[in-house]
């Protein structure tokens, strides 16, 4: 239990620290306070759990057109989303968004990587036996 509270904030702080990040990155990122980006960085989180995976499904013939480059519009939706509910979040464009969630994906992996990548616990196990089609 205690385990995935500690996963849970480290998520969240690795999100609060790339949306940071990306307010530095891209003028048309602004947060105006710290209260905004640490609600931003919950919202997100869980936008891309909730809503992400049902524009997911809905858009799926148009990500599968698309080869899957529709996701990134998706991502970039969710971002502006979040800064349509959240009061001192500001985004200014599609464009914008478009780019700095893609900014915000890498860098959360690259983050990620340092402080997840190496516990055995979030390995994939594959079975040691059987045949693989």
């Not at 999100?15 to 640490?38: D, H, N, P, Q």
């Not at 001192?88 to 402080?115: Q, Y």
């Amino acid at each position: 239990m205690l385990q995935d509270a500690t996963a849970f904030f480290l998520h969240w702080a690795i999100t609060g620290l790339c949306l940071w990040i990306a307010s530095l990155v891209f003028k048309g990122i602004r947060f105006e306070s710290t209260g905004a980006l640490i609600g931003s960085a919950l919202l997100l989180g869980l936008a891309n759990a909730l809503v992400k995976p049902l524009l997911i499904v809905l858009t799926l013939p148009l990500t599968l057109i698309t080869f899957g480059l529709f996701l990134l519009v998706i991502n970039a939706l969710v971002l502006l989303l979040v800064a349509w509910f959240i009061k001192g979040f500001k985004v200014s464009g599609f464009w914008t968004a478009l780019f700095a969630s893609l900014f915000i994906s890498i860098l959360s992996i690259v983050i990620g990587g340092f402080f997840v990548g190496g516990a055995p616990d979030m390995q994939i196990q594959m079975p040691s036996g059987g045949t693989w089609l």
